[in-house]
């Protein structure tokens, strides 16, 4: 597995290297065939110490988990307890779907708009209705089934996923609803 380990307007030393290499891995391993890619990021905010850890898997997902502490070393121990989490309890979706999978997850290119918010008051007309567009971005759309956007919506710990419907090839959207539930938007079944 790769290793990209950064601090972001912090030093990281060659030890908190080691420590992050060999406890992540012992997690990865323990729940995750075959992990691809581990990102984790050191930052600091204030008085606290912020570690952000992403591990993408060769099925195709990706799993997410932040800790927070005083020290930098709590803070890994922290997010490295919430990685364990959510491994531990999708392990057997995931060998389940990398089982089923004979093919890696096929990802299509997509555009990704940030707009501008409008600073107006509510109460007053814009001049135009075409917001502004201030950055645009490639994105990735991942080629997967309907349990498969859940799990890696959970994992992630997003609000909302766009996919590839495997079973069908139309685009479709999972999003986590205010009562704790989650959406599955399929236009195809709109009819």
């Not at 990209?4 to 060999?22: M, N, P, W, Y």
């Not at 075959?34 to 799993?63: D, K, M, Q, Y």
């Not at 708009?113 to 007309?125: C, H, K, N, Q």
Request: glycine share 8%.
């Amino acid at each position: 597995m790769r290793y990209q380990i950064s601090g972001r307007q912090i030093d990281i030393g060659e030890a908190l290297q080691t420590h992050v290499k060999a406890e992540l891995g012992e997690v990865v391993e323990k729940y995750a065939q075959r992990p691809t890619e581990a990102v984790i990021v050191f930052s600091r905010v204030a008085h606290e110490h912020v570690c952000e850890a992403t591990i993408h898997l060769s099925t195709g997902l990706n799993a997410q988990a932040k800790g927070h502490a005083h020290e930098i070393y709590a803070a890994f121990e922290s997010c490295r307890e919430k990685m364990d989490k959510q491994l531990r309890r999708y392990k057997r979706r995931l060998r389940d779907h990398h089982r089923d999978r004979t093919a890696p997850v096929e990802f299509d290119g997509g555009s990704s708009y940030i707009l501008a918010a409008s600073e107006e008051p509510e109460d007053v007309e814009p001049d135009t209705l075409t917001p502004m567009i201030i950055a645009e971005m490639e994105t990735k759309v991942p080629s997967i089934t309907v349990g498969e956007a859940v799990m890696q919506l959970e994992l992630a710990g997003q609000r909302m996923l766009v996919f590839r419907n495997e079973g069908h090839g139309g685009v479709n959207v999972v999003y986590r609803r205010d009562d704790g539930n989650i959406g599955w938007i399929d236009p195809r079944n709109s009819k």
